[in-house]
């Protein structure tokens, strides 16, 4: 087999050639997984929004409505739960940005008085071992059953009530921060 001459042209048409399969391999595997991605990301989503509120019979995700933040970074979305018709708690997606690497998403479960039922951790990249403690009960459990009315959701040595994760108090202030959010932007005006 003869050696083909390496020249500009055939090197820019078989980079265009490997740039395009690997380009359509790529398109064609986002479609085949963006469905079970999605359905995966909407069962994440429900499952946490039935351990943050009390029990309910209706679909919250069908109900669900989203309320503007005062800073207008990302809306918060609200998802009332109810049973027998009457409201039994809502499901507040929240966040912060202050997180010691950034963006944490909670999904905050309060009952109709504001008291908090229930926390659960969608998203965070925090250190491993020290941040990511954020998702355990030991230290989710002091916020279940207090009222951000009367409990600081600040860290003790911030002046608050909330007892820090050792070696974690960035991730433990936006935490706190997150939840702070859900509470003051659902009392104002995300109550329906």
């Known amino acids: 087999m003869a050696k083909k001459e390496s020249t500009f042209i055939n090197m820019v048409v078989t980079l265009f050639a490997v ?20 359905k995966a990301k909407l069962n994440k989503k429900l499952k946490a929004i039935q351990q943050v509120v009390p029990e309910f019979d209706n679909d919250p995700n069908s109900e ?3 309320i503007k933040t005062d ?8 998802y009332p739960a109810k ?3 009457e409201l039994v708690g809502v499901a507040v997606k929240t966040y912060t940005m202050k ?10 479960g309060f009952k109709p008085d504001g008291t908090i039922n229930n926390i659960s951790v969608l998203q ?20 279940y059953g207090k009222n951000p009315s009367d409990f600081s959701l600040q860290v003790k040595k911030d002046g608050g009530d909330v007892d820090a994760i050792t070696a974690a108090t960035i991730s433990s ?11 003051d932007q659902y009392m104002k005006g995300g109550k329906k």
């Open 64 to 66: 669900m409505y989203t």
């Open 124 to 143: 965070h990249k925090e250190t491993p071992g020290l941040g990511t403690k954020m998702t355990e009960d030991a230290f989710k459990k002091q916020f």
């Open 173 to 183: 202030r936006a935490f706190c921060d997150a939840v702070q959010r859900a509470y």
């Open 99 to 108: 997180g010691y690497s950034g963006l944490i998403q909670l999904m905050v």
């Open 19 to 38: 740039t395009f399969i690997a380009s359509a391999t790529l398109g064609g595997i986002y479609e085949i997984t963006k469905g079970p991605i999605a």
């Open 83 to 85: 049973k027998d018709g």
């Open 71 to 78: 800073n207008a970074e990302m809306p918060l979305e609200i």
